[in-house]
């Protein structure tokens, strides 16, 4: 399955997610990180981000980056929201965050951070036929998003953050009655368009996300902060906001460090998040909200997933296929068969990832081996994938390593009849982890020629499926597959060897 990672460089923290997304399963998330940077405070006080702030975040992005990269993602997204918007020197941090991640930092703007907060709710705690009501209270900036049926129906970002808004208004500590006055009054002079507009609407649910929500509802329910992620999904009613505002505004912060379930850093800023959310449920007369612990991250993954980002890198880039066709043609391959093979191919790479656990990558191999495995008919019928694996051996392939170019070749020698052995000296000849990356992809070729069996292209579409200790292959069709079928099965049984669970083949309508 496809993995990602995220990156969202906040005004108050930043934030890391590497995760594996299987559409038949939930996202199984790989890598965590949090750290908070408060480039805000800088940037709100002085218009940038100061030299001390940039390199601290630098180490961070590093520190990041060097934990996904060694988890074999398929895309990377790295934004950065509202301090990074408003910096005068956003051009220089851009560039530093980009050579300490090896890819590059995009400013979003505040519709993209609500829209991406919105597919990350909606991918984490699903409404598909629900009206919510979603409130983000970040660092610099405060979003308030509609959505509608699954899909976003409004949005609107302010800069209402509570990096942002304890910089400005709040000077003393405790806050001084004019302050919190101040404060009220530039909430509503900032919201009351947006919320004039939604009030009339009714909200089935109304759902907070960021560090600030999480440390409201831990606080309402009394769970202290190490335990957290139990906040997820849990409730926070108005008279309970208001009382907990009323409470932190009083304390200085000390005393609100030792409120349970805020934070140390989190009781520096935790005044104005409060007062945002307070003010909106009061403003639409709503009666309480829920936590949600997806952001912009989960949206991302979600995003990048959706969009098949970096599906192709386990497929034959352009040059590498037409030298790979070329070949094929130069021996006469049926190329209509042999690329239906190919693709049914990659098809069984990507749904078995969770078995072999290969790289994307060698997904290549099965494909340039799937266009090439039979080249040697060209020779003779007998015995043909010995005459294609010498001729792959010795073809000339741009865009492949003489390692490549090997294993391709023993891809071939292997797509049918018997399995590698201490005795076929190829094989043998290759690298120790290179012969692992071929025993696993053998049994994906052999099955993959095994659904076009007839050459008649009957097979439209596959799926798989991994439980109680087997793999389901449905073959989906409108035509007869009975050979496709039975040559799956004896195929199977390769499959069983290399991976020790037996391959059930069926057939449903498509």
Same mark, same amino acid.
């Given at each position: 399955m496809p993995r990602y990672a995220a990156i969202d460089i906040g005004s108050n923290s930043t934030r890391m997610m590497a995760a594996e997304v299987d559409p038949k399963a939930?996202?199984?998330?790989?890598?965590?990180?949090?750290?908070?940077?408060? #480039? *805000? %405070?800088s940037v709100f006080r002085d218009g940038q981000i100061s030299a001390q702030?940039?390199?601290?975040?630098?180490?961070?992005?590093?520190?990041?980056?060097?934990?996904?990269?060694?988890?074999?993602?398929?895309?990377?997204?790295?934004?950065?929201?509202?301090?990074?918007?408003?910096?005068?020197n956003q051009a220089e941090f851009l560039e530093r965050a980009a050579g300490a991640i090896g890819?590059?930092?995009?400013? @979003?703007?505040?519709?993209?951070?609500?829209?991406?907060?919105?597919?990350?709710?909606?991918?984490?705690?699903?409404?598909?036929?629900?009206?919510? #009501? $979603? &409130?983000?209270?970040? *660092?610099?900036?405060?979003?308030? @998003?509609?959505?509608?049926?699954?899909?976003?129906?409004?949005?609107?970002?302010? !800069? #209402?953050?509570?990096?942002?808004?304890?910089?400005?208004?709040?000077?003393?500590?405790? !806050?001084?009655?004019?302050?919190?006055?101040?404060?009220?009054?530039?909430?509503?002079?900032?919201?009351? /368009?947006v919320l004039d507009r939604i009030k009339r609407k009714r909200f089935d649910r109304v759902i907070a996300t960021s560090a600030s929500a999480s440390a409201v509802v831990c606080a309402a329910n009394r769970i202290p902060r190490p335990r957290r992620e139990e906040a997820d999904r849990h409730r926070a009613t108005t008279p309970q906001l208001r009382k907990l505002y009323?409470?932190? /505004?009083?304390?200085?912060?000390?005393?609100?460090?030792?409120?349970?379930? $805020?934070?140390p850093r989190r009781a520096e800023i935790i005044v104005p998040g409060v007062a945002v959310f307070l003010h909106v449920l009061e403003a639409l007369k709503l009666p309480s909200l829920y936590y949600s612990r997806a952001g912009v991250r989960d949206g991302i993954i979600a995003d990048l997933a959706a969009r098949g980002v970096g599906h192709d890198i386990g497929r034959l880039d352009r040059d590498q296929r037409r030298a790979v066709e070329e070949l094929a043609r130069r021996f006469s391959v049926d190329l209509k068969h042999a690329r239906l093979v190919a693709a049914l191919g990659h098809r069984l790479f990507v749904e078995m990832q969770p078995l072999h656990r290969l790289p994307s990558e060698q997904g290549?191999?099965?494909?340039?081996?799937?266009?090439?495995?039979?080249?040697?008919?060209?020779?003779?019928?007998?015995?043909?994938?010995?005459?294609?694996?010498?001729?792959?051996?010795?073809?000339?392939?741009?865009?492949?390593? !003489?390692?490549?170019?090997?294993?391709?070749?023993?891809?071939?020698?292997?797509?049918?009849?018997?399995m590698p052995g201490p005795k076929h000296g190829s094989y043998q000849?290759? !690298?120790?982890? /290179?012969?692992? $990356?071929?025993?696993?992809? &053998?049994? #994906?070729?052999? @099955?993959?020629?095994?659904?076009?069996?007839?050459?008649?292209?009957?097979? %439209?579409?596959?799926?798989?499926?991994? /439980?109680?200790?087997?793999?389901?292959?449905? $073959?989906?069709?409108?035509k007869d597959t009975g050979l496709e079928q039975w040559a799956a099965e004896r195929a199977g049984e390769s499959f069983r060897m290399v991976y020790g669970k037996p391959l059930v083949v069926a057939r449903a309508d498509s």
């Open positions: 939930p996202r199984k998330t790989l890598a965590e990180d949090r750290q908070v940077t408060r #480039l *805000g %405070e702030a940039m390199e601290f975040v630098m180490g961070v992005l590093k520190r990041f980056a060097d934990t996904y990269k060694k988890l074999d993602v398929a895309g990377v997204r790295a934004v950065a929201t509202s301090a990074v918007r408003d910096a005068s890819s590059p930092v995009e400013i @979003i703007s505040g519709q993209e951070e609500a829209r991406l907060i919105h597919v990350g709710v909606q991918d984490h705690w699903p409404h598909p036929d629900q009206r919510l #009501l $979603i &409130i983000d209270v970040g *660092g610099g900036s405060a979003e308030v @998003i509609v959505g509608e049926d699954g899909k976003l129906a409004d949005a609107v970002s302010r !800069p #209402l953050g509570a990096v942002r808004l304890t910089e400005v208004f709040l000077k003393d500590d405790p !806050p001084t009655a004019l302050q919190l006055h101040q404060l009220d009054e530039f909430l509503e002079q900032k919201l009351h /368009s009323k409470q932190l /505004s009083q304390l200085d912060v000390a005393a609100r460090r030792r409120v349970t379930g $805020i934070g290549k191999l099965l494909e340039a081996a799937a266009l090439l495995r039979d080249t040697g008919h060209i020779i003779s019928d007998t015995a043909h994938h010995k005459h294609s694996q010498y001729i792959v051996a010795n073809a000339d392939l741009p865009g492949f390593n !003489p390692t490549e170019r090997a294993m391709v070749a023993e891809l071939c020698r292997y797509h049918r009849k018997s000849a290759l !690298p120790p982890e /290179s012969r692992r $990356i071929v025993n696993l992809l &053998i049994p #994906l070729l052999r @099955i993959a020629d095994a659904l076009d069996r007839s050459r008649e292209q009957r097979v %439209e579409e596959i799926d798989c499926h991994l /439980s109680n200790g087997e793999v389901a292959l449905t $073959i989906l069709s409108r």
